[in-house]
């Protein structure tokens, strides 16, 4: 960064989309408890859930995209080893991520009966699995902000 440069300007558009994606993983975290003290059907639920879930999975590969071509882009430019290793890092947790999501939306609409796949283990399970995705992908893009604004 020259003197005078704006401070986290290169991360600006990747944290705007941060906020969206922080916005829809509120939203599903939300139906989620919302429709745990609900008492509605598991097909209910699925149904509440797998539009936003699906929205959510649907602009990962877009948004990982973005942060890759940042990722080339920084790399050329910095020196600086630890940031180069917690970058390649980040990176290198797309895969998994994007797939825990798309596996998520599969197994939610087995419970609609719209996918091939058949739901293999009980609904409450997959709730948890999909909280426990939520908080991981919360914890790589907290890890990128703070990347990003250095
Ligand atoms: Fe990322
Ligand atoms: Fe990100």
New binding site residues.
């Given amino acids: 960064m020259h003197e005078g440069g704006l401070v986290g300007f290169r991360g600006l558009s990747l944290l705007l989309q941060h906020r969206a994606l922080t916005e829809r993983l509120d939203a599903i975290e939300g139906a989620i408890g919302a429709c745990q003290t609900a008492d509605l059907t598991d097909r209910e639920m699925a149904l509440r859930l797998l539009p936003l879930l699906r929205g959510f999975a649907q602009a990962l590969p877009e ?2 995209a973005a ?1 890759a071509s940042s990722m080339v882009a920084l790399l050329r430019e910095s020196s600086d080893d630890e940031f180069a290793r917690t970058l390649e890092q ?2 290198s ?2 895969p998994r ?1 994007l797939a825990v999501f798309e596996g998520s939306v599969t197994q939610l609409a087995g419970y609609l009966g719209s996918a091939h796949a058949a739901p293999h283990a009980s609904f409450e399970h997959a709730m948890t699995e999909i909280l426990t995705a939520v908080a991981e992908f919360r914890d ?2 907290a890890r ?1 902000d703070a990347l990003f604004l250095r």
């Fill in positions: 948004h990982f942060e980040l990176d947790e797309h991520l790589h893009e990128e």
